[in-house]
């Protein structure tokens, strides 16, 4: 019997009201600055609709001793523990080795990953060399989670649920280290526990999952494998029900000032925000017994903040504005400058772009404004290239150019140089041009150059939204 599945026999039997979630992601790239890890966000978002709560993030380097003290620790916290990481086949992949020490069992083949390991290689001529299939290794005992856009399979392993009673000796139950003990502690110092009463019921059995660590990966098992078996496991009363409202133009004290005129939130209902350059997502969240209340809090919730309101789903404005082009069957050409590209970027992420997003053209310098897009250059001599009237030149260029229905234009300062008194760094000018017309927006956004390009982007889109749904620019009536 290993450590943890000791451990369970020995811990006190109790009925959490909430069961708790803990994240371990493994990886020394994650502690050096190199990569960020986006694991934590993803779990959270995924595990919500399904009650459940991510209470902890740990991340630990690629180290056997210290993976499986986060997971023995993480064990004796919460209800599900979720590893992620460290099951590829170079020397640093060592998180199969720490959970088999920890839990004292061996290694096996996951045939259905070794045969699909196979034709993957096959179909890029290359064969299967005993370290790859290492790739293809679980614990015993474990459920393999066929990896659907990848190699490495994931786990899940089920612990014993913890005994009732409290007869049982609890001296493996891990210690904290000295320095949480006190200096002057001795090294087998335990606290006193006060009595517990006999013949609890047992709760239930302690869920193990390991993931793989890249993130397209970590999702495709998550997606395809956990949430379906939690889904089956905790059923619809353990559900909580989301709306989420996602907001342009409004800072998230302002959003929150808006809604707390409204009289929001209402008994019951939890609210969650999340800003980001340019939005701010507003999170309504309720047991599944509230639907009603939910459902009329999202309706003062929308009337309060209006038309900032650009989606009411987890959705980019990328997204929201593919999904009003492709509506109207209408199309789409943009024109940049300081966002150098990041406009079409945006746009093209999302799948089926093609229906409605023509192309575009960087143009970049006043030469290529001129030749490109048609800007006359006594325009650029008089006005400048960041002015209203270079933005609407450019957007009528663009929209003539592809014989778009919409013509999207921004040019600005991204700095860090390249700003006067008159245009400081981060002044920005946006134009919308369609067959009624041209519509233009001055801006100037705050932050270093790849921030005032992310805020350029998302106004110039929103400028869009607005004109595809017939409103006025924000901040004007």
Known sequence: MGDAEQMMGQMPATAPVELSVELISTGSELLSGRTVNTHARTLAEKLQPLGLQLVRDTT???????????????????DIVFVSGGLGATSDDVTRAALGRLLDRQLIVHPPSLDAMI????????????????????????????????????????????????????????????????????PTARRSRAPQPPDLPPSPAKLLFVLPGPP????GVLETHVLPLLGKRLGAAAS??????????????EVA???????????????GYCARPGETEVRLLAAAAQAPLLAATAAAARQALGDTVFAEARIGMEEAVGQ??????????????????????RLTQVAG????????VIAYANASKIRDLGVPETLLAQHGAVSEE????????????????????????????????????????????DAAGVVTQPRCFPGARDAIKLWSSQLALDLLRRRLQGLPPAGRT
């Open 390 to 433: 270079t933005a609407l030149a450019m957007a009528e260029g663009v929209r003539a150019r592809f014989g778009a229905d919409f013509g999207l234009a921004v040019t600005g300062v991204a700095g860090p140089a390249g700003g006067t008194a008159e245009k400081p760094v981060g002044t920005v000018w946006l134009a919308v041009a």
């Open 257 to 271: 000032e808006r809604l707390e005129a409204a009289g929001l939130p209402a008994p019951g209902i939890e609210v």
């Open 60 to 78: 630990v380097p690629d180290d056997v001793e210290q993976i499986r003290e986060a997971v023995f620790a993480a064990l004796c916290r919460v």
């Open 119 to 186: 034709r993957r290689y096959a179909a890029m001529g290359r064969a299967v060399t005993a370290v790859a299939a290492r790739q293809a290794l679980i614990l015993a005992g474990s459920e393999g989670l066929l990896n659907p856009v990848g190699i490495a399979p994931g786990m899940m392993i089920e612990l014993p649920a913890p005994v009732g009673g409290t007869s049982q000796s609890r001296e493996n139950e891990p210690q904290p280290p000295p320095e949480a003990r006190g200096k002057d502690a001795p």
């Open 240 to 253: 909580r029900l989301e709306k989420v409202f996602m907001v342009c133009g409004l800072g998230e004290s």
């Open 353 to 360: 772009s093609s229906a409605y997003f023509l192309g575009g």
């Open 216 to 219: 397209r990966e970590f999702s």
């Open 324 to 345: 009003l082009l492709a509506a109207r069957q209408q199309t789409l050409a943009v024109a940049e400058s300081c966002t150098g590209g990041l406009i079409g970027h």
